[in-house]
């Protein structure tokens, strides 16, 4: 009777617990506290993926210190450690710089977060403060405590008094470096640098692109790297492509104008169907590969 009991306990324990596949991915990468043993190399895209043998972004280097360590979120693949190197030594030699304030990159083996981001799921992600680092012998408990700056105005329709020189001069080279797929700022960054621009030099504006947020920091993604044939490659909208590929035009316009305002309907629009995102994945939603790396001791 107590054996039949126990197997019927038992039974009843499975069939609560969901399969491997069907648990939520963000709260199993979420628990992860190390990085995976295996090479470097990114798996699926962006926003539905995961990351094998990420590298920790040392909490402070000569050019750099990484904030809110409580987080956990300072992995990064290789391509992107060293990308922080690059823009961070670049960003030293600028006045009032000593280097970067870098925000999240990824979880330690990439994937869906519990909290924040939809993408930053590869270590290819890096988000760094608008805020010059001035300082870079701050505390952990000051780098949870201080703010990064906003960089936009009231009415978000322009940039601040915030936004300097040393703002486009970091982007530009952020932009020109070519591991770099795209940067998302804050619509009125993107208007400020197109205006600034010669016409002689545009093409790295398109890899500028204007997205809601991004006004205290801005958010670069490195392109797939060459280890990740599994990585997906983002293509370029047909936006992004416009008007020589600067993107300085009407589309860009439309973030401070219609997207602020959006003009009345006439007719009452079908709420769109709800897209799944990133915090509703299981583990079945995500590349076959993430299960490996995720189960690695
Ligand atoms: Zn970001």
Redesign the pocket.
């Known amino acids: 009777m107590i054996r039949r009991l126990i197997a019927l306990t038992a039974t009843i324990a499975a069939l609560a617990t969901p399969t491997f596949a069907q648990q939520k991915a963000n709260q199993l990468f979420g628990a992860a506290r190390s990085a995976s043993p295996h090479q470097p190399a990114a798996f699926g895209s962006y926003s539905r993926g995961c990351a094998s043998g990420l590298v920790q972004l040392p909490e402070t280097g000569p050019t750099w210190q990484a904030m809110r360590l409580s987080r956990n979120r300072n992995w990064g693949h290789p391509d992107a450690i060293r990308f922080i190197q690059r823009l961070s030594e670049f960003a030293a030699l600028q006045p009032g710089w000593n280097g970067l304030y870098i ?2 990159i990824s979880q330690p083996r990439g994937g869906p977060m519990l909290s924040g ?1 939809a ?2 799921q590869l270590g290819l ?1 890096i ?1 760094i403060w608008m805020r010059p680092a001035n300082n870079l012998q701050l505390s952990r408990q000051q780098r949870e405590n201080i703010s990064s700056i906003n960089v936009r105005s009231a009415d978000q329709r322009s940039v601040n008094g915030n936004y300097s020189e040393v703002h486009r001069v970091i982007l530009q080279s952020a932009a020109m470096d070519p591991a770099v797929d795209r940067i ?1 700022v804050t619509p009125p960054v993107k208007i400020a640098l197109c205006q600034s621009a010669t016409s002689r030099d545009k093409n790295w504006l398109q890899k500028i692109r204007p997205l809601y947020g991004h006004n205290y ?1 801005f ?1 670069v993604r490195l392109k797939c790297p060459k280890d990740s044939p599994a990585c997906q490659t983002q293509t370029p909208s047909v936006r992004e492509l416009s008007n020589g590929g600067s993107g300085c035009d009407e589309t860009l316009m439309w973030w401070v104008t219609d997207y602020l305002n959006p003009p009345k309907q006439t007719q009452p629009s079908k709420p769109a169907p709800k897209k799944k995102g990133a915090r509703d994945f299981v583990m079945a939603d995500l590349p076959q590969q993430c299960s490996a790396v995720l189960a690695a001791r």
Do not use: A, E, L, V
């Open positions: 925000g999240d981001h993408s930053h992600d988000d998302f920091h958010h």
